[in-house]
């Protein structure tokens, strides 16, 4: 059974590495005793922060919130995947709407850095998401299109199916506006018919398909399993150890009943 994912981005917050030590103890006292053998934790520090996460608990894993497009070299400010590597990274979140918008990143860019993550053994976290005028223009299915299409056009079946994408409608995040779970599943459909067309229908189940915009405990099932989704990218409150874990739980008790 494929994991059920549930993905911590802590984005520029834990501010000292007392506020990390707190944290992470937090972590470890919430998850203690627990097993998750369907629910798999990710979380995402601040890069600055990645050492301290080295020992995090069983059970979860450690994601960087971005990456740079090449392994070395003359880049001022950016860091590597051979650097997130070393730092016992696993998975990068890129395309985030938050470096879409005040980063100005490119899906262009975005799939170049998707392409050097998965050769250096990275998993993507690809992001992607509509605004809420391109919302209000029914324009959702084509921004997805034009954002997916650069990622995976011309990459193997064997690649494709690492990657996790992340559906973020950018009118959601921060607003505490959660979509319907029709909503969000009629995206989910959207996905599956593009991958279908790209690859066939099976590897088009087989990619992971998440959702993140305003996740809470109390919504979960609405904006996860029950709209078909693979997992989710939780914001805000993945500064609290106590929601996450209850995310995994929550996950498990249903997803353990039905597997």
């Known amino acids: 059974m494929a994991p059920f994912y549930v993905i911590g981005n802590l984005k520029m917050n834990l501010q000292s590495r007392e506020e990390v030590a707190e944290y992470l103890s937090q972590l470890r006292r919430e998850s203690s005793g627990k097993s998750f053998p369907n629910a798999r934790g990710i979380i995402a520090p601040p890069s600055i922060h990645l050492g301290g996460f080295s020992h995090i608990p069983d059970g979860f894993s450690i994601a960087a919130q971005n990456m740079g497009w090449e392994t070395k070299g003359a880049f001022t400010g950016e860091i590597s995947p051979l650097m997130l590597r070393d730092a016992g990274v696993e998975y ?140 989710v990218l939780v914001g805000g409150e993945s500064l609290y150890p106590r929601e996450l874990v209850k995310m995994m739980l929550d996950a498990e008790q249903t997803l353990g009943r039905s597997s």
């Open 92 to 231: 990068v979140i890129l395309g985030h709407s938050e470096r879409r918008m005040y980063a100005a990143e490119t899906d262009e860019l975005v799939a170049m850095k998707t392409r050097l993550a998965l050769k250096e053994n990275l998993i993507p976290i690809v992001c992607l998401g509509e605004t809420a005028e391109e919302r209000r223009c029914d324009e959702t299915a084509a921004v997805i299109e034009r954002t997916v299409r650069p990622v995976f056009s011309g990459l193997s079946p064997l690649f494709a199916e690492r990657i996790l994408v992340a559906y973020e409608p950018r009118w959601a995040i921060g607003t505490g506006i959660t979509p319907s779970t029709a909503d969000i599943l009629q995206v989910r459909v959207y996905l599956r018919k593009l991958f279908s067309e790209l690859y066939d229908p099976v590897l088009a189940e087989r990619i992971a398909v998440i959702y993140g915009g305003s996740v809470k405990a109390a919504t979960l099932a609405s904006v996860s399993w029950e709209a078909e989704m693979a997992g």
